[in-house]
């Protein structure tokens, strides 16, 4: 299974602080039918994530009914990426 979507980078300030981008409620659901498969538990779903000219491996996590992926800070380092961005992710889901 392979999404695209754009959405803005935001902070999570909890435990463990960290930048996000939620997944659209539209491919939530299409990954909601795809969870069952892949996840591992608590919900979480592995995928390959696609950020301009950087791929890294994640995994998604369930958040308020919808899904959050989680941007590592050498992914964001070497995009050039910061807090309040909107960028385009490519996620792939083996199934």
């Given amino acids: 299974m392979e999404l695209e979507f754009s959405g803005e980078v935001f902070a999570w300030r909890g435990p463990a602080p960290?930048?996000?981008?939620?997944v659209p409620a539209d491919e939530a659901a299409a990954l909601?039918?795809?969870r069952r498969a892949?996840?591992?538990g608590w919900g979480m779903v592995p995928v390959t994530?696609?950020?301009g000219d950087t791929a890294w491996t994640t995994s998604l996590w369930p958040k308020d009914g919808g899904y959050v992926v989680p941007l590592k800070a050498a992914?964001?380092?070497?995009?050039?990426v910061e807090?309040?961005?909107?960028?385009?992710?490519?996620?792939?889901?083996a199934l």
């Fill in 18 to 22: 960290h930048h996000f981008v939620a």
């Fill in 32 to 34: 909601d039918d795809a």
């Fill in 38 to 40: 892949v996840t591992y």
């Fill in 49 to 51: 994530v696609g950020l």
């Fill in 75 to 80: 992914v964001r380092r070497a995009e050039g």
């Fill in 83 to 93: 807090l309040g961005d909107v960028v385009t992710l490519r996620l792939t889901v």
